[in-house]
Every structure is written in C-alpha cells, then in structure tokens.
C-alpha cells in the first residue's frame, strides 16, 4: 500500500502565499511523475504542475509565474509554493504520484486533498 499526505493548506488573503507538502510512504519502488491538481464543487479536477523525477515541470497557465513545484527525491515529497495568490485559486488541492511499487506495480496514487481559500 502507498499513502500520500498532504498539508500546508488554509484560508489566506489575496496576494498572500502558501506552501503545499505532500509526503508519499510505504511499499515504494521509485516515483516518476508527481504533480498537484485542484478541484472545485461542481467543476473537473484540473492539473495545476507537475514534475518529473529528473526535474522537468509543467504548469497550467493560470499559475505560470507564481506557483513553483519542487520534489525532494529522497524523501518522496513534493512541494507547492504559491505566491500572489488570487479569490480563483481557492480550491481543493490534491497531490498525485505515479509509484512503482516494490511488487512492480505501476499505479497513479492521489492524496486526501487540503483546502486552499483565498479571501479578496
């Protein structure tokens, strides 16, 4: 079994920032991608970053230039800077990671989700 945590959510003002963590831990192998989606009621999950396990990223244009990804290998986390933070950012946000797990099952994992409210 693999579990992600996530934390680093809250309610924060507009133009403000928050930092998201999300730990992954148990039967792992490796982890290629990881990444960080949001979702609000009544709307598709949407991607917001993701990273590589070598590094590459990858943002959704309405979080270019304020939102930062970032991955500790070694620990099997991946980060979520958010800065300049606008009322449409509020979200819930959901860690993801494709695991190889130690049997060599390879499957897409998502964590609980950690709401992010941005108060105008």
């Known amino acids: 079994q693999v579990q992600l945590v996530e934390s680093g959510g809250g309610l924060v003002q507009a133009g403000g920032s928050l930092r998201l963590s999300c730990a992954a831990s148990g039967s792992i192998f490796s982890i290629n991608a990881m990444g960080w989606y949001r979702q609000v009621p009544g709307k598709q999950r949407e991607l917001v970053a993701t990273i590589t396990s070598t590094g590459r990223t990858n943002y959704a244009d309405s979080v270019k230039d304020r939102f930062t990804i970032s991955r500790a290998n070694a620990k099997n986390t991946v980060y979520l800077q958010m800065n300049s933070l606008k009322p449409e950012d509020t979200a819930v946000y959901y860690c993801?990671?494709?695991?190889?797990?130690?049997?060599?099952?390879?499957?897409?994992?998502w964590g609980q989700g950690t709401q992010v409210t941005v108060s105008s």
């Open positions: 993801n990671a494709d695991v190889i797990t130690t049997t060599m099952f390879a499957y897409g994992y």
